[in-house]
């Protein structure tokens, strides 16, 4: 009879467990708040990592989850509002290589039991709603002029982990990461000089 209780007890701590770690990608999804989706992800890690390295590894994937879903959004907005094909494909690229950076993410996230953002952060969502101000030529100009801070601002953040973050699986994923950011730096440059050549 004890070996049935042990039994349930256990099922029971196995189902609170998935439980948990269901929520762990999809924190903040709900709420309707963006600026509270990566403050909840940030205080469960916090809650989670007893020593400060592993927190910040967890902070670092946090700010990679936020860069990626800023960089999907704004992509589809450049899809939909940028009048030079070079906007366009740019856009595209964006999302296509974002998104498929973010489901890495995701993956390496709940393996190291780190919760995430699940929507935009204040940050991205006022990006976004600036952008989607623009218009015509002004519009073209302003995302690639984001395109170009916002990935000189990540590889600066990449470059760091690459080399100082605690666990090797993140150092290994940031390093990884790169060269394509790297890429999209450049063709964010060649997309912003055909904006500035267009009349």
Same mark, same amino acid.
């Given at each position: 009879m004890k070996s049935?209780?042990?039994t349930a007890k256990r099922f029971a701590s196995l189902a609170f467990l998935s439980l948990s770690m269901s929520g762990i990608l999809m924190t903040g999804c709900d709420n309707g708040q963006p600026e509270d989706s990566e403050k909840i992800a940030e205080d469960q890690n916090e809650e989670r990592f007893d020593d400060r390295k592993s927190e910040? +590894? #967890?902070?670092f994937l946090v700010k990679a989850a936020a860069i990626n879903m800023e960089e999907?959004?704004?992509g589809e907005l450049a899809q939909q509002?940028?009048?030079l094909q070079e906007?366009? +494909?740019?856009g595209k690229m964006m999302v296509d290589e974002h998104t498929a950076a973010l489901d890495e993410l995701k993956q390496l996230a709940e393996e190291k039991a780190i919760s995430l953002p699940g929507s935009l952060t204040e940050d991205?969502? +006022?990006?976004? +709603?600036r952008l989607n101000e623009k218009s015509g030529k002004d519009f073209n100009e302003k995302y690639c002029d984001m395109m170009i801070r916002g990935h000189k601002d990540a590889i600066d953040k990449f470059e760091k982990a690459a080399s100082d973050a605690d666990d090797p699986d993140i150092r290994n994923w940031a390093s990884s990461m790169l060269p394509s950011?790297?890429?999209h730096l450049?063709?964010?440059?060649? #997309?912003?000089?055909?904006c500035k050549a267009m009349k």
């Open positions: 049935v209780k042990t910040k +590894d #967890a902070e999907i959004e704004l509002k940028g009048t906007v366009k +494909d740019l991205g969502q +006022d990006a976004y +709603d950011l790297r890429t450049e063709h964010s440059r060649i #997309a912003e000089e055909k």
